[in-house]
């Protein structure tokens, strides 16, 4: 059986979608590494990236800020 690691890192700052930033907790709940193992792969969630600010809480930001944010997120992934 293959095996996989799922590494979930949602932003919705970068995504210009603000709610992809749920999108890998969804995809953990909806149980996708289980449904993964019903077609012979065997998948675990490795970690979850989270985004250093969450759009829910910070609305709009200047420009730089966000920038700065998708950067600092993706060195972390």
Do not use: Y
């Amino acid at each position: 059986m293959k095996r996989v690691h799922l590494i979930g890192a949602g932003s919705g700052w970068g995504a210009g979608v603000r709610e992809a930033e749920d999108g890998p907790r969804g995809l953990r709940e909806f149980g996708l590494a289980e449904r993964l193992a019903t077609s012979g792969v065997r998948a675990c969630w490795a970690q979850m990236v989270e985004p250093e600010k969450r759009w829910h809480e910070h609305g709009a930001l200047p420009r730089a800020e966000v920038f700065d944010l998708v950067a600092r997120h993706n060195a972390a992934l």
